[in-house]
């Protein structure tokens, strides 16, 4: 079954995927404009006028570090020294790319998240891909599926693999009983989840940034205290990521296949763009400016600090060791990662990256409930019963994660996220002329000199779509126009 796996998982990254996930990144960079490039600076203004947590929703800053929450998982750490032992140094480089360009997608799929939202039976704002799916597209059997896909992956795969990677790592480190990690992780991520989103985005607002703060410190330390081995280990990347590098004296040489495939897959986990995750945080934000390319414009950000600031902390961290020029090195990513810092550090650089495993792989665990209850309600109608009987079958996943090995789950992992993503961007390009309209009124009214407001009389052909009431008092529900930075 692992060898099945494996087959299937190269098939569907090396044959369908990669392709798929640089043709529509070229596409939404060129069909925005490159919004990437020219928009980045905006960040900032809107993040600091969506800090206010709203009573229909989460704010920008919520929606943000939800999200980031969820990417920041032992693929930013482990993903990344896995990616780099099977595909050579310039597996990081190709990382880069699926940044830089998912950046582009992460923009239309969050903004036709934001576009296509509905209301809960609560009053607060939901969505999707799946919604979008249904709306946009008119196809619920396209949104039906996807929603199956994320609850088992996001919901349960995802979820063993971290809890199985803080079970490792603790028992490793500090010789803790399994057990007794299983029952304290149950505990705390049964604490985290009991509000639902408002609960996690609580929790997101204050762990995201301090465990954030502790990887790149020390990371960033390490860079400067090895400055002199800088441009040799870039050199490095750059020949790599063309085949053109050799380890151990020429005894081993990564190919351009494996520098492309396991930086474009590894990238891909890692920040999640394309995959439909973050949308569904995305949608549940209530947009300031009242336009959907407001939201779009934050999350695109969040995959830049993970691939272009977090993977390049840990791919520099493994670089700068020379772990990956030892002979008969482990494929376990956690394992090369706490090798490197130890060279690099001595032991408490080892106690360090467990540490920083268990704060990644456990704010993963309660955003990936997020996302996976999200879409539960998209299926049926929500109730409390069914609510908790949920969220109690994914504790017990992670319960399973940190008490069972099983063999094979992380290329059921990466099939499950390569198909979730092909269903995504498949749906994203065919509702991409609804992306570009959205980015040009945006545009349009900021040359005016006026504040983007969405009004969805300009589009009939899209207004019959919008739930009734979500956008048409955006003006009432937002802060005024005067304390709008109005520079185009």
Known sequence: MHDFLLFMSDLIWGSILIYLLAGAGIWFTWHTGYIQFRHLRMFCPL?????TPPRDGLSALQALLISLAARVGVGSLSGVAIALAAGGPGAIFWMWVTGIIGMGISFAECTLAQLYKTR???????????????????????????????????????????????????HQTFNISPLAISITLF???????????????????WLVPIMSLCWLLPGLGLMLWHI??????????????????????????????????QGFQHGMFSNEAGVGSTPNVAAAAVSWPPHPAAQ???????????????CSITAMVILLSGVLDIPELQSNGLSILRLAMASLVGQWGSTLVTLIVVLFAFTTIIANVVYAENNLNFMLRPT?????????????????????????????????????????????????PVVRELIGDWRRQRALGKMPVFNPERFPEIHSQLEPGVWDNAKRSTPSASNYNHRP
């Open 296 to 310: 779009g414009l934050v999350q695109m950000v969040g995959v830049a600090f993970d691939t272009l600031v977090l």
């Open 47 to 51: 993040l600091r006028r969506g800090i």
């Open 384 to 432: 409390a019963s069914r609510r908790l009987l949920f969220r109690l079958s994914i504790l017990l996943t992670v319960i399973a994660g940190c008490l069972f090995y099983m063999p094979g789950v992380w290329q059921l992992a990466t099939i499950m996220t390569a198909l979730m993503a092909i269903v995504n961007l498949i749906a994203i390009l065919l509702l991409s």
């Open 187 to 205: 505990v705390l991520c049964a604490l985290a989840i009991r509000r639902g989103i408002q609960g996690v985005a609580a929790i997101a607002l």
């Open 228 to 261: 002199d081995q800088i441009p040799s280990v870039l050199g490095l990347v750059l020949r790599g990521a063309f085949g053109w590098h050799e380890v151990a004296a020429g005894t081993l040489g990564y190919t351009l296949s494996q520098a492309l495939s």
């Open 120 to 170: 809960n039976d609560r009053g607060q704002f939901q969505g999707g891909p799946a919604w979008y799916m249904t709306r946009g597209l008119g196809m619920r059997w396209m949104g039906s599926l996807f929603a199956v896909m994320l609850i088992v992956a996001f919901g349960f795969i995802a979820n063993y693999l971290q809890a199985s990677a803080i079970s490792r790592a603790l």
